[in-house]
């Protein structure tokens, strides 16, 4: 894994860090539209539990709140949400759940074990019981790596990952990459254009083909010959999961991403949306909007 200011003098990373901080402090970053209709404050907990491989994002200090944990506090209190961030499983119970309108998670692997970073793991049913909770009708936000969490075994899909809506595969070195927006797309994203960003991108797969791609990948506009024989993918998108809203982006490695204006915004009307602040259809559109993913992926299917 590449330390997350790869391609960024240490002059340019805290420019890009100090530009954020002037922004939220001046209140710039016009994002207010993803307050709450009725003006009451939407309860978020974001679980950052590392059961593998633990990003530098997420990565406490002692008792210190990790970078994107900061920042999503901080966009919170601005935006109409009171974010909790945890690490703790034992929060994944009906009763100590229901006082949340949105989960949102930066995790690893098997949350049900002490893992990598031994934060307590989820018990045995937390899935299940996160699954009720997304149904019921409440939100869901998934970034970067929380599609590299509860992997599928041999050709079984596993039941997150449909709820998600793909599965993380493998990643090549961090490199710049063309972001499209999804033709016609009303998703409620402020300022959403497309744009170049230096991150680590994913490759996926077992995708749900009832998502709202929003955001897709330009895989040609990539130096790096792997992605660049691949299809353009979804990067972020959104789909319903029985009464719920299910929100996702593979975006969110590096520090001066979650400092990046335009992540924000996505970030900041993912959750909007994932707390029914602002309302969206959400047709499936990712046949149409990225068809060589979905054929690539039958095509590997047959071949295994």
């Given at each position: 894994?590449?330390?997350?200011?790869?391609?960024?003098?240490?002059?340019?990373?805290?420019?890009?860090?100090?530009?954020?901080?002037?922004?939220?402090?001046?209140?710039?970053?016009?994002?207010?539209?993803?307050?709450?209709?009725?003006?009451?404050?939407?309860?978020?907990?974001?679980?950052?539990?590392?059961?593998?491989?633990?990003?530098?994002?997420?990565?406490?200090?002692?008792?210190?709140?990790?970078?994107?944990?900061?920042?999503?506090?901080?966009?919170?209190?601005?935006?109409?949400?009171?974010?909790?961030?945890?690490?703790?499983?034992?929060?994944?119970?009906?009763?100590?759940?229901?006082?949340?309108?949105?989960?949102?998670?930066?995790?690893?692997?098997?949350?049900?074990?002490?893992?990598?970073?031994?934060?307590?793991?989820?018990?045995?049913?937390?899935?299940?019981?996160?699954?009720?909770?997304?149904?019921?009708?409440?939100?869901?936000?998934?970034f970067h790596c929380a599609s590299d969490t509860?992997?599928?075994?041999?050709k079984t899909i596993d039941p997150y990952i449909?709820?998600?809506?793909?599965?993380?595969?493998?990643?090549?070195?961090?490199?710049?990459?063309?972001?499209?927006?999804?033709?016609?797309?009303?998703?409620?994203?402020?300022?959403?254009?497309?744009?170049?960003?230096?991150?680590?991108?994913?490759?996926?797969?077992?995708?749900?083909?009832?998502?709202?791609?929003?955001?897709?990948?330009?895989?040609?506009?990539?130096?790096?010959?792997?992605?660049?024989?691949?299809?353009?993918?979804?990067?972020?998108?959104?789909?319903?999961?029985?009464?719920?809203?299910?929100?996702?982006?593979?975006?969110?490695?590096?520090?001066?991403?979650?400092?990046?204006?335009?992540?924000?915004?996505?970030?900041?009307?993912?959750?909007?949306?994932?707390?029914?602040?602002?309302?969206?259809?959400?047709?499936?559109?990712?046949?149409?909007?990225?068809?060589?993913?979905?054929?690539?992926?039958?095509?590997?299917?047959?071949?295994?």
């Amino acid at each position: 894994m590449c330390t997350c200011t790869e391609g960024l003098t240490r002059r340019q990373a805290m420019k890009t860090v100090a530009a954020a901080a002037a922004a939220f402090a001046t209140g710039a970053i016009p994002l207010g539209y993803t307050r709450a209709a009725d003006n009451k404050t939407r309860k978020v907990l974001f679980f950052t539990k590392s059961a593998g491989f633990q990003h530098s994002v997420v990565t406490r200090k002692g008792d210190e709140l990790a970078h994107a944990e900061k920042l999503l506090i901080e966009m919170g209190k601005k935006n109409g949400f009171d974010v909790t961030a945890t690490k703790d499983g034992r929060l994944f119970t009906p009763d100590k759940l229901a006082e949340f309108d949105v989960i949102a998670f930066y995790t690893t692997m098997d949350l049900t074990t002490p893992g990598t970073d031994k934060s307590p793991p989820m018990p045995s049913n937390g899935k299940e019981v996160l699954f009720d909770f997304i149904r019921s009708g409440k939100g869901f936000v998934g970034f970067h790596c929380a599609s590299d969490t509860f992997h599928s075994q041999g050709k079984t899909i596993d039941p997150y990952i449909r709820m998600l809506g793909g599965e993380f595969k493998s990643h090549g070195k961090q490199q710049k990459s063309k972001i499209l927006v999804a033709p016609d797309d009303k998703f409620p994203i402020e300022g959403l254009k497309e744009f170049e960003m230096l991150e680590e991108w994913y490759e996926l797969y077992n995708f749900n083909p009832d998502m709202h791609v929003i955001q897709v990948q330009d895989t040609k506009s990539m130096e790096e010959k792997r992605y660049t024989d691949l299809p353009s993918y979804p990067m972020t998108w959104a789909r319903k999961e029985g009464k719920g809203r299910v929100f996702y982006t593979s975006m969110g490695h590096r520090e001066d991403v979650w400092t990046n204006p335009l992540f924000q915004a996505v970030t900041l009307g993912g959750l909007a949306w994932a707390a029914g602040n602002v309302q969206a259809d959400v047709p499936a559109n990712f046949r149409e909007v990225t068809p060589g993913a979905m054929e690539r992926a039958i095509k590997e299917e047959k071949q295994a």
